[in-house]
């Protein structure tokens, strides 16, 4: 069964300076994708980004963007010029047979 | 507007009291599932459903039933709640299942079974 890890269980960084979100999966399909979701205090699950594994160019979505290593499997998310509005729980996903998240990591943008 | 309707916000009931989440997207979406959102373990899915009278098992279905007569709706049924499934909920859904197509989510139910 696929797995999603995500090791920071807790993030902080200063307004506009830039954080990477770790995400790592493990799973012996070929054709999948993966997900960043943000979770705000309202607790609405907003997605950020999407990767399809097929890809080699890194998906990117205006201050957020993707590292993604499809040998090492690993899946980070860039926040750049971070704002008091990025502060969430975001959730990496895996989705291929079936769809697997990750714990979760909170993050705070402190002014 | 597109959405998915998760209903009640926030349910407070009594072990052994049968309770009724529903669910409903307005977006012909054939894919639907719940997940069950608990600190430090994430979401966890409970039931999916590919289609029209086609629904299949997660990873804890212990405990709870679904059903899926028509294409828009997908509730999720306790039969006789435990103090063990206090949590927060979510209805998703997307265009087909599984890969590609993003899942939209319900705005979440948060049960207390005491």
């Known amino acids: 069964a696929q797995t999603v890890t995500q090791s920071q269980p807790e993030m902080s960084v200063q307004e506009a300076e830039t954080v990477t979100l770790s995400c790592t999966y493990d799973?012996?399909?070929?054709?999948?994708?993966l997900f960043w979701y943000k979770q705000p205090p309202s607790r609405q699950m907003i997605l950020v980004i999407r990767q399809e594994a097929y890809k080699q160019q890194n998906a990117t979505e205006n201050r957020f963007s993707v590292n993604f290593q499809k040998a090492a499997k690993s899946f980070s998310l860039k926040i750049s010029d971070s704002q008091l509005g990025d502060t969430a729980m975001y959730f990496c996903a895996f989705r291929g047979n079936d769809m697997r998240f990750g714990a979760g990591t909170r993050l705070t943008v402190k002014p | 507007e597109a959405q998915v309707t998760q209903n009640p916000r926030y349910l407070i009931t009594v072990t052994g009291k049968k309770l009724t989440v529903t669910c409903s997207q307005n977006m012909n979406h054939e894919y639907m599932s719940w997940y069950r959102q608990d600190p430090g373990l994430g979401l966890r899915q409970i039931y999916y459903?590919?289609?029209?009278?086609?629904?299949d098992k997660g990873d804890v279905p212990e405990g709870y039933k679904v059903s899926r007569k028509e294409k828009r709706n997908f509730p999720l049924i306790l039969e006789s709640p435990s103090p063990n499934q206090t949590s927060l909920y979510f209805c998703?859904?997307?265009?087909?299942?599984?890969?590609?197509?993003?899942?939209?989510f319900g705005n979440g139910t948060r049960l207390t079974v005491t």
């Open positions: 459903s590919m289609n029209v009278e086609a629904t």
């Open positions: 998703a859904s997307s265009l087909q299942g599984p890969q590609g197509s993003p899942l939209h």
């Open positions: 799973t012996s399909e070929s054709n999948y994708y």
